[in-house]
């Protein structure tokens, strides 16, 4: 199992992202997936979940309405499209789901929120 997310960077504050998350080594199409984020200091938290299928979707309350999360399962890849972005968004972010109950992560992107 691998997942590799990219699309981080510096950005100002009111501006976009896309983050992508390529997962390999299982059947993605089978699997609900989910972002996570770190800011320095803090823990970990949920920023939004998709199911197998893309038809449901949840979003913490801190970033619903500013952030989409979607998918392509013919592209094995789960996306997270970050809009009015504030400097309380920067953190690493993360690609995760659960296989066998065992949760598996990526690496991580950076995203900073700065002028």
């Known amino acids: 199992v691998q997942l590799v997310e990219s699309g981080g960077g510096l950005v100002q504050p009111g501006g976009s992202l896309r983050l992508s998350c390529l997962a390999s080594?299982?059947?993605?199409?089978?699997?609900?997936m989910s972002w996570y984020r770190q800011a320095p200091g803090k823990e970990r938290e949920l920023v939004a979940g998709i199911s197998s299928g893309g038809g449901n979707t949840n979003a913490a309350d801190s970033v619903k309405g500013r952030f989409t999360i979607s998918r392509d399962n013919a592209k094995n890849t789960v996306y997270l499209q970050m809009n009015s972005l504030k400097p309380e968004d920067t953190a690493v972010y993360y690609c995760?789901?659960?296989?066998?109950?065992?949760?598996?992560w990526g690496k991580g992107t950076l995203v900073t929120v700065s002028s």
């Open positions: 995760n789901t659960k296989i066998r109950d065992i949760p598996r």
């Open positions: 080594g299982f059947t993605f199409s089978n699997y609900g």
